[in-house]
């Protein structure tokens, strides 16, 4: 085949996909900031103990992340065959999804905006060796 055929590109992008576990959840109603306060706790950390950090965090953030980090732990078992113990999160970041744009009526009437921000979480699971 020639180097350039579709069936040629598409091999050799799947060869270099990433085969570690993960969850995705997209169009979250969480801004990037906020999303991220709880992801720098958890990132580095064994699975048990993310899980633990998460579940007792009083921000709104933690229910989502929460249930995308458990989500990401039955992936790995289940998809991958890991072990839960050996589990630690290599990465999770949040990026920035689309805004919604709502107006709020203001004295004399003007009009104020309101951006209701969405993101994307990936969170990454990798086995200690």
């Not at 999804?97 to 003007?110: E, L, V, Y």
């Not at 921000?117 to 699971?125: A, G």
């Amino acid at each position: 085949m020639a180097k350039g055929h579709r069936s040629q590109i598409k091999r050799e992008r799947n060869a270099q996909k990433d085969t570690r576990p993960s969850a995705k959840l997209s169009y979250a109603r969480i801004s990037v900031t906020k999303a991220c306060f709880v992801l720098d706790a958890i990132r580095g950390k064994d699975a048990n103990t993310a899980l633990a950090i998460v579940q007792y965090n009083p921000r709104y953030g933690s229910e989502i992340i929460t249930k995308l980090l458990k989500s990401a732990i039955a992936n790995a078992e289940n998809n991958n065959g890991l072990d839960a113990d050996k589990l630690y999160v290599a990465e999770c970041y949040a990026n920035k999804g689309p805004t919604m744009k709502r107006i709020h009526p203001r004295a004399q009437g003007r009009a104020y905006r309101i951006e209701k921000r969405m993101s994307h979480i990936t969170i990454v699971l990798d086995e200690k060796q």
